[in-house]
């Protein structure tokens, strides 16, 4: 089934450890890819998009992902992570193709807990 | 800033009665999208706005409607609110279907 997949609902790391957020899609052609993050009570902020070329895409905030079309994967990272980082992170395609073209397609989500 | 602005932050209306959420924008953009987010899910697409064109998901409920009079307008009307509509309600734009879209803050809807 066609789908974004964020495998680790919650994960929790120590302020000032690296970070990896999870997430692989299952679509015939590579969408568009994006991730967002929402704090408590927000609206969902864009951090990042990739469309093609360079597979190493800087975003804000001191995040960065790497597209790896071999995995199906969007994996985001982050070198050392703040308290301040502490929210849900959402991957999400766009697909270019299809009933679904132009929806964005979230995955589940996952809870980033930050411990001092 | 150009942003997406949703109005009000938090909403009580009572079950059966009519609640109308409001959402402007002043990055004029061509398509307005109206999400429903419950509790630690995703953010659902009810439907959304190319220009005038209106496009509905197949599985959003009749209760639901939505009006763009302008395009830094649109307007999520819940006709009779069941509890189970109970929700945040998140509007974004973009200047096309592709592109990355900027949401508001949200609407929070209880309904008593």
């Known amino acids: 089934a066609q789908s974004v997949t964020q495998p680790d609902i919650h994960i929790t790391v120590s302020e000032g450890a690296s970070l990896e957020l999870r997430c692989n899609y299952s679509y015939g052609a590579t969408p568009y890819l994006f991730w967002y993050v929402q704090s408590p009570g927000q609206g969902l902020q864009l951090l990042l998009k990739?469309?093609?070329?360079?597979?190493l895409v800087q975003g804000i905030k001191g995040f960065e992902a790497e597209f790896k079309r071999s995995q199906s994967s969007f994996n985001l990272r982050k070198p050392s992570v703040h308290w301040s980082d502490a929210a849900e992170y959402f991957c999400a395609v766009v697909l270019n193709y299809g009933g679904s073209q132009g929806n964005l397609i979230f995955g589940k989500g996952t809870k980033l807990s930050v411990k001092p | 800033d150009a942003m997406v602005i949703q109005n009000p932050r938090y909403q009580v209306t009572q079950f059966g009665k009519p609640v109308t959420l409001s959402c402007s924008q002043t990055?004029?953009?061509?398509?307005m999208y109206w999400y429903q987010q419950k509790s630690s899910q995703a953010p659902k697409l009810l439907f959304h706005y190319y220009d005038k064109d209106f496009n509905n998901e197949a599985d959003t409920p009749d209760n639901f409607q939505s009006r763009r009079p302008n395009t830094s307008f649109c307007f999520l009307d819940i006709r009779s609110p069941g509890l189970g509509d109970a929700a945040m309600y998140l509007c974004?734009?973009?200047?096309?279907?592709?592109?990355?879209?900027?949401f508001g803050d949200g609407t929070r809807l209880s309904i008593l």
């Open positions: 974004a734009t973009s200047s096309r279907r592709d592109q990355p879209q900027h």
């Open positions: 990055l004029n953009h061509n398509v």
């Open positions: 990739y469309f093609s070329g360079d597979t």
